[in-house]
């Protein structure tokens, strides 16, 4: 299996900061063949490649808060994240767990598992709470 699947599940929230709509990514699904890992945004801090690629299979999405690396306070550091599409907000990883209810799939596509995403699948894998970061 060369190819690795990815579904990447978006929901609506409302920014805790100015109040505005917009839409995150809150969770993706990595698979190939019967091995499947899910997790989030901030896993992707260290794959700053598959990273930009899933923001461009995501960019359709109106209103979708820009995918980047934001400082957060509470970590002491910077990761890959989402955030308000008006203010700029972070949206912290540990909001995304209340939207879990009203995911819907915002875009799904395939990559070829040598551009990183087979590394990144094994890591998810092999991590002892399925999270990267
Ligand atoms: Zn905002």
Same mark, same amino acid.
């Given at each position: 299996?060369? =190819?690795? =699947?990815?579904?990447?599940?978006?929901?609506?929230?409302?920014?805790?900061?100015?109040?505005?709509?917009?839409?995150?990514?809150?969770?993706?699904?990595?698979?190939?063949?019967?091995?499947?890992?899910?997790?989030?945004?901030?896993?992707?801090?260290?794959?700053?490649?598959?990273?930009?690629?899933?923001?461009?299979?995501?960019?359709?999405?109106?209103?979708?808060?820009?995918?980047?690396?934001?400082?957060?306070?509470?970590?002491?550091?910077?990761?890959?994240?989402?955030?308000?599409?008006?203010?700029?907000?972070?949206?912290?990883?540990?909001?995304?767990?209340?939207?879990?209810? =009203?995911?819907?799939?915002?875009?799904?596509?395939?990559?070829?598992?040598?551009?990183?995403?087979?590394?990144?699948?094994?890591?998810?894998?092999?991590?002892?709470?399925?999270?990267?970061?």
């Amino acid at each position: 299996m060369n =190819e690795i =699947e990815i579904h990447a599940q978006v929901a609506t929230v409302d920014c805790w900061s100015c109040g505005a709509e917009f839409i995150i990514a809150s969770a993706i699904r990595l698979t190939r063949g019967d091995e499947t890992a899910e997790c989030d945004i901030a896993d992707f801090t260290e794959f700053p490649q598959l990273a930009a690629t899933l923001s461009d299979c995501l960019s359709a999405i109106a209103n979708l808060g820009p995918l980047k690396l934001r400082h957060s306070a509470t970590v002491g550091g910077s990761y890959f994240s989402n955030g308000c599409a008006h203010c700029d907000a972070l949206f912290g990883r540990h909001f995304e767990i209340a939207t879990r209810n =009203e995911e819907r799939l915002g875009a799904s596509f395939t990559a070829p598992a040598v551009d990183g995403w087979g590394k990144m699948l094994g890591d998810l894998l092999a991590s002892n709470d399925g999270h990267l970061f």
